[in-house]
């Protein structure tokens, strides 16, 4: 994602514990960058839950802090989304122009569909 990203990881130790070392269960990555269009861009990658939303609307707030008129959530990377994730979803649109969702995963876009945020929201393929 270019010079410019910048990555972070988080996860809850209850289910770092579960996985015996795997670490992947839980945990969020996420990476900021400026796409090529020069809107904002975050990468996400792991589970959007109670346990990482915080951080995911940390990112949101950061690059959303010039009112950009597009972001760019990139959701390839993304396995699962809670309740609290899709919240975030929705509250993103009100800090941006338009809200894009990049590649999200057939298990996500199912979600995403079901719960009406391609109303508020594209979706790329």
Do not use: N, W
Request: glycine share 12%; hydrophobic share 40%; with cysteine.
């Amino acid at each position: 994602m270019g010079d410019r990203a910048r990555t972070h990881s988080y996860g809850s130790r209850e289910h770092a514990r579960a996985t015996e070392g795997d670490g992947s269960f839980g945990q969020l990555e996420i990476k900021t960058a400026v796409g090529p269009s020069g809107a904002p861009l975050i990468g996400l990658s792991g589970e959007i839950d109670l346990e990482s939303v915080a951080e995911l609307r940390s990112a949101i707030a950061s690059a959303t802090a010039g009112h950009p008129d597009r972001l760019v959530l990139d959701m390839s990377g993304v396995s699962f989304v809670d309740s609290s994730g899709i919240h975030a979803l929705i509250d993103a649109t009100e800090l941006a122009g338009s809200v894009c969702l990049r590649s999200p995963s057939r298990q996500v876009r199912c979600v995403i569909e079901i719960v009406g945020l391609t109303r508020m929201l594209s979706v790329e393929p």
